[in-house]
Structure formats: structure tokens, C-alpha cells
């Protein structure tokens, strides 16, 4: 159960970051800007998701193995 858990997080909040990432391109102008901004704009959304994947997937293996190893 935990690891269902762990996994509807992680969906949930990825799904999360890409509604905000994709909300501030269009509210925020960057589909208008310089393509240095969105090239910027593009490593911090994949920094942000990586990090946020990377944290996950440690809390979903740390669910599955046993804690008496």
C-alpha cells in the first residue's frame, strides 16, 4: 500500500509542476521571449521535474525494501 501511495504522489506532483511550468510559459510571456529566456526557462522546469523524480523514486524504493536488511 505504501508504495501505491508513493507512486500517486509522485504522479500527482509531476503532474502538478507541468500545469505551473506550462501556466507560466503562456501567462508569463515566455512563449514571446528571447530563445536564451526559454532555453532558461525549459533547464529550470527539467531541474525542478528531475529533482522531484529523483526524490520519489528514492521514497518508492525505500517502500519496497525491507527495513531489516
Known amino acids: 500500500?505504501?508504495?501505491?501511495r508513493e507512486v500517486l504522489?509522485?504522479?500527482?506532483l509531476v503532474v502538478v509542476i507541468d500545469v505551473?511550468?506550462?501556466a507560466?510559459?503562456?501567462?508569463?510571456?515566455i512563449d514571446r521571449s528571447s530563445d536564451r529566456m526559454?532555453?532558461?526557462f525549459t533547464v529550470v522546469w527539467t531541474v525542478i521535474t528531475l529533482v522531484v523524480v529523483?526524490?520519489?523514486l528514492l521514497r518508492i524504493r525505500q517502500a519496497?525494501?525491507?527495513r531489516d536488511r
Open 64 to 66: 519496497r525494501v525491507p
Open 9 to 12: 504522489i509522485l504522479v500527482g
Open 1 to 4: 500500500m505504501a508504495v501505491r
Open 24 to 29: 507560466a510559459y503562456f501567462l508569463g510571456g
Open 54 to 56: 529523483l526524490r520519489g
Open 20 to 22: 505551473v511550468f506550462i
Open 38 to 40: 526559454k532555453l532558461l
